[in-house]
């Protein structure tokens, strides 16, 4: 694959919200692969999830490891063979990789919005890659693909404008979270706001990052997207080799340091890297919101709960795949979403793939998933021009 | 293109009405549903547990829901299918019973088939003193995946048990229906069924 290039487009249009909010103008990032065909009907849409972007696949030159965050499954000759399909990953506004959001200056007041972001939701990301779609001249997507909470914005797409995708195809997602979920993000969240470094999300002025707040936040999230097999083979009770080394004694007598502040374990030291990275690269306010729109994606709410009324709408063909020992967005979820297509007779396969990575398993590489999403597009492609 | 099945698919697909909705329960490779889809304008679900099976499916466009037979259809709504099939599937299931109420709860038909234990060679094998090793069944008695062994008279006593409707019933041996002595006389056993 050739170098990609993150492109941004400018919407002078207000873009209007659930909330109520308005966002006035606003910039969207984003990257294509692959080629547009003459009648445009291959185009395929990656949302991403959680702390993901525009960056789906690909390597930015001069820039080594910098491949996009799903470039295993994006690309020439890739389950989403970019040979075939014309593939755009776009970032969504309130993220901090591109795209509008709490560190760009809201227009109204010159001032940069900071914890002022109005709440997005999953329906308006929706609604700004529609209008992205739009002005790319793409009236319909061959297919949307998400996992996670892309895989709820792939699910929108298909209530929202239903006319416009052809393909859904949603892994490792739900039709809502659980109580379980919305209170890991409560976690998240109060790890960040209670970091004193915060200062009420104007942390932009006072020149500080609320890095511990992130890091907790992150160490949290990253427990719940392994599965506890996964943890224990990779980790198990291991200590650090550092400490057992540096003991004065041999390790089987004295094998702790009876520290509660130092890293002992390698698990700890594991979580304590993966924070840190995140907290040099993550936006506080982001996280916060980002977070919001998981807890708030319920497209059965406005029909009492029925998820099976909810995707009356859907018209689209779908491919759902789910990961046994992902309890975060566990198969009983996909299975909500797969019987409430069942019951509107629509088209729908679904993968339950058994694999001891967790959540996680959605963005590795895993001969069965992706034998099954391949497939899935050499059937979509066959169906291209016709 | 037509996708091939073996001679006993082919006379079970002749009972099915063309442009019905089809769940086919363990469905294999979707070779079935496919040839009801292309030659009857069927259109419906498989249901199959094993990886490859799943994959062979997708290839071929057969819509295919992964799930484990065992753990019940509670996916799927009454009679929501004009059909539900059951080809080889009973005999692997460990809820038997359960899945023959299944399949007419969610079927407005059901069609049941399964090897026929009663067949003569097998009956001349156990006389002999020997489990049977057919073409029909050719596994030995410690590595096959059959947990259920029936006959055809067997599978009837079965259905009026649970207050099953058996609207037709017959063997198949080398793809030619068998109505005379099916259970003494047919390597495959068919029922249709309904509530």
């Given at each position: 694959?050739p170098?990609v ?11 209007p919200?659930q909330s109520?909010?308005v966002?006035?103008e606003?910039?969207?990032c984003?990257?294509?692969y ?12 990656v ?7 525009h960056h789906?696949a ?12 799903w470039?295993n ?5 890739k389950?989403?063979d970019?040979?075939v399909?014309?593939v ?19 227009p ?5 919005y ?5 709440v ?16 790319l001249?793409i009236?319909?997507?061959s297919?949307v693909?998400?996992?996670s909470?892309?895989g ?8 929202q404008?239903?006319?416009r995708v ?24 109060r ?5 004193p470094?915060?200062h009420?999300?104007?942390?932009y002025?006072?020149g500080?990052v ?10 949290i ?18 200590l650090?080799?550092?400490i057992?080394?540096n003991?004065?004694e041999?390790?089987?007598?004295r094998?702790?340091?009876?520290s509660?502040q ?11 890297y ?6 040099e690269?993550?936006d506080?306010?982001t996280y ?9 994606f319920?497209?059965?709410?406005r ?5 099976t009324?909810?995707?009356r709408?859907a018209?689209?063909r779908f491919l759902v795949?789910?990961f ?10 996909s ?6 297509l069942?019951?509107?007779k629509r088209?729908?396969?679904y993968?339950?793939?058994?694999t ?6 959605f963005l590795?590489d ?9 497939a ?10 016709r | 293109?037509t996708?091939?099945?073996d ?5 079970i ?12 329960l363990g469905?294999?490779d ?6 009801l889809?292309e030659a009857r ?6 249901v199959?547990i ?10 071929r ?13 509670s ?10 099939l ?6 692997h299931?460990r809820?038997a ?5 299944e399949t007419?709860?969610v079927?407005k ?11 003569w060679?097998n ?12 073409p029909?069944l050719?596994y ?6 059959n ?5 055809h008279a ?5 259905a009026?048990?649970c ?8 063997g198949i ?5 068998v109505?005379?002595?099916p259970?003494l006389?047919?390597?495959?056993s068919v ?5």
């Amino acid at each position: 694959m050739p170098y990609v290039n993150p492109q941004y487009l400018h919407f002078a249009d207000a873009l209007p919200l659930q909330s109520g909010a308005v966002l006035r103008e606003y910039d969207l990032c984003f990257e294509t692969y692959g080629t547009l065909n003459a009648d445009r009907s291959n185009a395929v849409l990656v949302c991403h999830a959680l702390n993901a972007s525009h960056h789906v696949a690909g390597e930015y030159e001069g820039q080594s490891k910098s491949q996009g965050w799903w470039d295993n499954m994006v690309g020439p000759g890739k389950p989403i063979d970019t040979n075939v399909f014309f593939v755009i990953g776009v970032n969504n506004p309130g993220s901090c990789f591109g795209s509008t959001g709490p560190m760009h200056p809201n227009p109204d007041t010159g001032k940069v919005y900071g914890p002022d972001f109005p709440v997005v939701t999953v329906e308006d990301w929706v609604d700004a890659q529609a209008r992205l779609l739009d002005s790319l001249g793409i009236d319909t997507l061959s297919a949307v693909v998400g996992g996670s909470l892309g895989g709820m914005q792939a699910l929108s797409w298909t209530l929202q404008y239903p006319q416009r995708v052809r393909h859904a195809v949603v892994i490792a997602s739900a039709p809502n979270l659980t109580a379980e979920n919305i209170a890991f993000n409560e976690v998240a969240r109060r790890a960040i706001v209670t970091d004193p470094d915060f200062h009420g999300g104007n942390y932009y002025a006072h020149g500080t990052v609320p890095k511990r707040g992130l890091r907790i936040a992150r160490m949290i999230g990253h427990i719940t997207y392994l599965s506890d097999d996964v943890m224990n083979e990779r980790f198990g009770r291991q200590l650090r080799d550092a400490i057992v080394a540096n003991a004065a004694e041999p390790p089987q007598q004295r094998p702790y340091r009876y520290s509660t502040q130092d890293i002992e374990f390698q698990i700890e030291s594991y979580l304590r890297y993966q924070g840190d990275k995140f907290a040099e690269y993550f936006d506080a306010n982001t996280y916060l919101l980002i977070t919001r729109v998981l807890d708030y994606f319920d497209p059965a709410s406005r029909f009492g709960g029925h998820l099976t009324e909810a995707l009356r709408r859907a018209t689209a063909r779908f491919l759902v795949v789910s990961f046994t020992t992902d309890w975060r967005f566990s198969p009983k979820r996909s299975r909500e979403i797969v019987k409430a297509l069942l019951d509107n007779k629509r088209d729908v396969t679904y993968a339950e793939i058994d694999t001891p990575h967790g959540h996680d398993a959605f963005l590795l590489d895993d001969a069965r998933y992706h034998g099954v999403v391949r497939a899935y597009f050499s059937r979509v492609a066959a169906t291209l021009g016709r | 293109m037509t996708s091939f099945i073996d001679p006993t698919q082919q006379a079970i697909a002749e009972w099915i009405p063309p442009g019905s909705r089809v769940l086919d329960l363990g469905c294999g490779d979707g070779a079935m549903l496919a040839h009801l889809q292309e030659a009857r304008g069927c259109s419906g679900y498989g249901v199959e547990i094993a990886d490859d099976n799943v994959l062979e499916c997708v290839r071929r466009g057969v819509q295919v829901i992964q799930a484990n037979l065992d753990e019940g259809l509670s996916m799927f709504e009454d009679a929501s299918f004009d059909v539900v099939l059951q080809i080889d599937t009973l005999q692997h299931l460990r809820n038997a019973e359960v899945m023959l109420r299944e399949t007419v709860r969610v079927g407005k038909v059901g069609i049941v088939a399964h090897p026929n234990f009663g067949h003569w060679p097998n009956r001349w094998s156990v006389l002999r003193g020997r489990m049977p090793v057919t073409p029909r069944l050719p596994y030995s008695w410690y590595d096959t995946p059959n947990i259920r062994f029936g006959t055809h008279a067997d599978l009837s006593i079965l259905a009026r048990r649970c207050g099953l409707h058996i609207l037709d019933s017959c063997g198949i041996q080398d793809g030619q229906v068998v109505r005379r002595f099916p259970n003494l006389l047919a390597s495959t056993s068919v029922y249709r069924l309904s509530r």
